[in-house]
């Protein structure tokens, strides 16, 4: 079995291939154990005995980068798309702007012929318009008024109407306590409850308005430097990704390790609660405070405005930025977003997992020539080392020189002459004789184990793959074949005496 040095393509090799490159580069060693340290030391005769062999291997097509023609080209098509982009969307805002002004128009009118029906014929006035009551109308009327603002751009509303309208959907939050009776006291802790959390909501709400304008107008600037110089405004946007990329890994790396530092310069672990803001720590204090006086006594938390208070102070809204995304976050989304669109060879850096840093991540490269060779050094002689050991590969048996010592002493030691006949001529034959090396280790082999002075030599048929064959099938069309064989039934039955007085005709 022959051993690849490199990982390759291995669905390019077949059992034919492989047995190719064996027959091919692969030679018997004189003296393994010198030959495997030659390799070891990695000397220059190493270097020159190591074989190469390339697999299929097709170049990439390299891109060349496109011309200034080509880049000025593609903006003004990329301009024209959003001028028409542009127009269409002004449109479609034109023909939602009279859609919902006709709206207002038709819901006022409404509600002015309601100032002349009487309350108990409103629900027969209404009956084909498809309201059921004038609050109704009022709802569709303020929905309306807001969703024609937001389409023309226009403020949400002054702040007194805001307050108006809280007023009207928590009416018992302005109202003393002594002058609330029980069911309007808990009443007036649900509305307050509620108006928190709306307050909460909208000022999140109008946050997000105020970061997507702030965002389209750094796009607007975006756009013009890059098209006043393109090549520059490419660059900078490279640049500006590069420093956020690190300055976001930096805060990263210390809000998980802590700002302290352990003596060496490194920053030490820290636990939770030395991690924890100004913000976050009195939203702890507040909470154990609670919780410690609610213990105390009956549960009367909320009987006082004071408490609702809590909440607000309780409130993520009056953390800072250490609870989510930063400017510095929020601006590398923006930046990468924008370099993904005006160029096509950016990859943005993937975001390191739990247990990964980013140091540790793998780097994917593209592949080269030498992925897709084989280099074949040490296993040239390994791999037919297995003839001569084949404990090698975990077989427990003899090798090659070995087993025809053990052949020749256990022939008749009487026949001297037979003996040297056998030892001046063996034959190799078989495809791995074609192995370079193969008739100098054997007969080394067989030299060291037979008695000194004797007469060896080691020859090679000359067609090993086929000789071996031709011979068997002259062998078995001669006439003398059925009296110098013998079955494997006559063998078990009989034993290894009786082979070895078995009369064979030699014809060495």
């Known amino acids: 079995m022959l051993c690849f040095p490199c990982a390759c393509n ?53 891109e060349e ?25 002004e449109a479609k805002r034109s023909t939602r702007i009279n859609e919902l002004e006709n709206q207002l128009r038709g819901l006022e009118f409404l509600l002015q012929q309601l100032e002349q029906v009487a309350e108990s014929e409103i629900p027969y006035f209404l009956k084909d318009t498809g309201y059921v009551s004038r609050q109704e109308i009022e709802t569709a009327l303020a929905k309306a008024t807001q969703s024609l603002r937001k389409v023309k751009g226009e403020p949400k509303g002054e702040q007194a109407e805001v307050e108006e309208k809280t007023d009207e959907k928590y009416p018992l939050v302005n109202i003393p306590d002594n002058m609330l009776t029980q069911d309007q006291l808990r009443e007036k802790r649900r509305q ?88 976050q720590r009195e939203r702890m204090r507040l909470l154990t405070t609670a919780a410690f006086d609610r213990g105390k006594g009956e549960d009367n938390f909320g009987a006082k405005d004071e408490d609702w208070q809590l909440y607000k102070l309780m ?20 930046v990468s977003s924008r370099l993904q669109e005006i160029d096509p060879t950016f990859v943005p850096k993937p975001e390191p997992g739990p247990s990964q840093s980013a140091a540790d991540m793998p780097r994917s490269r593209p592949l080269t020539k030498e992925d ?54 063996i034959l190799m034959t078989g495809g791995s004789c074609l192995y370079p090396g193969l008739s100098e280790r054997l007969e080394a082999g067989i030299r060291m184990i037979r008695p000194c002075g004797s007469p060896i030599k080691v020859v090679r048929a000359l067609d090993p793959v086929l000789d071996a064959w031709r011979g068997a099938s002259l062998y078995a069309a001669a006439v003398q074949f059925p009296q110098q064989t013998f079955s494997r039934m006559d063998y078990f039955e009989k034993g290894e005496d009786w082979l070895r007085g078995y009369q064979f005709q030699y014809t060495l």
């Open 192 to 279: 307050m409850f509620l108006k928190t959390t709306s307050d909460g909501r909208q000022r999140a709400k109008q946050k997000r308005v105020e970061e997507d304008l702030e965002r389209e107008r750094k796009n607007q600037l975006d756009e013009q430097k890059r098209l006043e110089n393109p090549e520059l405004y490419l660059g900078e946007m490279r640049t500006k990704y590069k420093e956020l990329c690190e300055k976001v890994e930096q805060r990263k790396r210390l809000k998980t390790n802590g700002n302290h530092s352990n003596g060496n310069g490194m920053s030490g672990g820290v636990g939770r609660g030395e991690r924890l803001n100004a913000a």
């Open 65 to 89: 980068p496109p011309s200034e023609e080509e880049i000025a080209r593609k903006a003004a098509i990329k301009e024209r798309q959003g001028q028409r982009l542009r127009e269409m969307a």
């Open 315 to 334: 409130s993520k809204d009056n953390d800072d930025d250490d609870e989510g995304p930063d400017e510095d976050e929020t601006e590398l989304a923006r």
């Open 372 to 425: 897709f060779q084989i280099l074949l050094g040490v296993e040239r002689f390994r791999c037919p080392e297995i003839l001569f050991h084949p404990n090698l590969v975990g077989i427990d048996q003899t090798g090659l020189d070995e087993t025809a010592g053990v052949s020749m002493r256990r022939l008749s030691s009487k026949d001297q002459v037979l003996e040297e006949r056998l030892t001046n001529s």
């Open 10 to 62: 291995r669905a390019r090799l077949t059992w034919e291939k492989v047995e190719d490159l064996k027959m091919e580069h692969c030679y018997i060693a004189t003296d393994y154990a010198s030959e495997a340290r030659l390799f070891q030391k990695g000397s220059k005769e190493a270097e020159e005995k190591t074989r190469c062999w390339q697999l299929p291997w097709v170049p990439p097509p390299v």
